[in-house]
Each structure stands twice: as C-alpha cells, then as structure tokens.
C-alpha cells in the first residue's frame, strides 16, 4: 500500500511562483525523502529530512516536516519552467529497509 | 558517466513470452531495487538486494525473478509475461539499506506486453 498521500494532485502556476507541495504519510519513519521525474525519465533525488529535523534548505527547495501530524511540505520559490515535472515524497520506515513513495504531484510551470 | 543505467530502455513483447531487464551500477553501492510504475505512476517496490542477497520480495508472481551476480549488477528475469506485466520498471541503488541515503535511479525499462 502506498506510504504517502499528495496533495495537490496536480498543480499549475506561473514562472517565477512559489510552489507548495505536501504530503501525509501513516508510519513512524526514519527520513523523508522528495524525488523529481520528468516526464519519460527516472527519478531524481532532492532532498532527504531526518526524522529529527524540522526544516532543509537546499537552493530554491525548502522542506518541513512535522512528525506529530506526520506531514511534509515541499516549497520551490520563484519557479522556472524547467521545474515542470512530477514531484514524489517517500519514506524510509523504521526497520523497513525500503522507500515506500507516494503517488506524486504533477507540477506545470507556465511561462 | 551513468550511475545506473538499464536495458532495453523499451520492450515490446508478446503475452507468453520470456523477457530480461538488465541493472548496473557504478557508483559502488551495496544496495539495488527494482521499482514497478504503473501508468497512474504510482511507484511500488518488487525487489531488494544488499551485496548480492535478497532482503526484500515484495509478493511479487514468481514469474518474476531477480538475480545479482554481483553488487554492482541486479537484472529482472520475467517468465510468461501477461498484459498486466506492462509499466515501466526501474532500477536504484543506494549506499546502505535503510541507512537515510537517497536512491539513485535508472532511466526505467518500458514494457509493453501485447
């Protein structure tokens, strides 16, 4: 069964908007991890939040996460049109050994 | 330099027939998977090696089998294949399981069983 729930499901802004993805998982984990495919492409890592932690910063992506509401929160600021692409949460469980993700958010920048 | 690169990256065959999907990494990782995307993109695992051992068979049909020859390398053997066998599959690794690291992905293998 899916770990993560998105939300939205799809999503559409202007260049150089913000964008706001979120996502809800069920278990106790040890990260959480946000990936981005292009279309007809694999998947490519972006970030990875420790349980721990409450916030990451990496160039224009900063992630949340809220273990007590078990959410996420993906924010890319001033959007480009290369950023038009499915965006993925997943979660590494505790003494689950793997990625379990969700099912994506669809993302169009239009320029 | 492809980290982890896959082949075929499409695949067309017939229901019935028997088909490979090979995996190689170069990025000295002790841990590979293999995904299955459906055409909703959901992402779900089927497979897990950690230094040529099986640690994950997510009740996935027999017909599908994996083999790691060595780390580097986890191919997909596919039996008698059925028109529900059609997604895209991918490959990954990762430095260690379940040790927080982020999966590098292959570019995924189409295949389209008719």
């Known amino acids: 069964s899916q770990q993560g729930e998105e939300d939205p499901q799809a999503l559409s802004i202007q260049e150089g908007e913000n964008a706001t993805m979120n996502c809800s998982y069920k278990?106790?984990?040890?990260?959480l991890q946000w990936y981005r495919q292009n279309s007809g492409r694999g998947l490519v890592h972006l970030i990875l939040?420790?349980?721990?932690?409450r916030e990451k910063h990496s160039g224009r992506l900063r992630v949340t996460l809220d273990t007590s509401k078990k959410s996420s929160s993906l924010l890319i600021t001033a959007s480009r049109a290369a950023d038009t692409a499915s965006y993925f949460c997943a979660t590494d469980r505790e003494y689950g050994n793997k990625l379990v993700f969700g099912a994506g958010t669809i993302l169009r920048v239009k320029s | 330099d492809t980290a982890v690169s896959q082949t075929p990256k499409y695949l067309v065959t017939q229901m019935g027939n028997d088909k490979s999907i090979k995996c190689e990494q170069n990025?000295?990782?002790?841990?590979m998977y293999w995904y299955k995307q459906d055409s909703k993109k959901f992402l779900k695992i089927m497979f897990s090696y950690n230094n040529k051992e099986l640690i994950i068979n997510e009740t996935v049909p027999n017909r599908f089998s994996p083999k790691s020859p060595d780390k580097a390398h986890l191919n997909l053997h596919i039996n008698s294949l059925e028109l529900g066998d059609s997604a895209v599959y991918f490959c990954?690794?990762?430095?260690?399981?379940?040790?927080?690291?982020?999966?590098?992905f292959g570019s995924g293998t189409r295949l389209t069983v008719v």
């Open positions: 990025l000295g990782h002790d841990t």
């Open positions: 990954a690794s990762s430095r260690e399981v379940g040790a927080g690291y982020g999966y590098t």
């Open positions: 939040i420790r349980s721990n932690e």
């Open positions: 278990t106790s984990i040890n990260n």
